[in-house]
Nanobody, 119 residues
Framework: QVQLQESGPGLVNPSQTLSLSCTVS??????????WAWIRQSPGKGLEWMGC???????EYSPSFKSRTSISRDTSTNQFTLQVNSVTPEDTAVYYC???????????WGQGTQVTVSS
């Protein structure tokens, strides 16, 4: 059974960097054909795909987030991480880590973690 678990601070000050980790169990983040993504849902908004890192270690980003977002991985701990720089209150959201298959369908989600940007 594949499981994903987000972790990180629930409160971030404006202008600081938001950092979240996703620990994956039951599968390797190096497994060919899978992509590991971050998706968020802000209050009153739909789901937003932020970016992903593939089995090769290459990252892709949504144009909406590309300028201030970085996704990386640690294969020794089977984790991948999200960093968002210069956050504002508009970055307040529930953040999910998600596994995608090569056909762009998603199959496993973390439970989500609430991040609030506030001073």
């Amino acid at each position: 059974q594949v499981q994903l678990q987000e972790s990180g601070p629930g409160l971030v000050n404006p202008s600081q960097t938001l950092s979240l980790s996703c620990t994956v169990s039951g599968a390797s983040i190096r497994s060919k054909g899978y992509y590991w993504a971050w998706i968020r849902q802000s209050p009153g908004k739909g789901l937003e795909w932020m970016g992903c890192i593939g089995y090769s270690g290459m990252s892709e980003y949504s144009p909406s987030f590309k300028s201030r977002t970085s996704i990386s991985r640690d294969t020794s701990t089977n984790q991948f991480t999200l960093q968002v720089n210069s956050v504002t209150p508009e970055d307040t959201a529930v953040y999910y880590c998600v596994r995608f298959r090569g056909d762009y369908t998603h199959d496993y989600w973390g439970q989500g973690t609430q991040v609030t940007v506030s001073s």
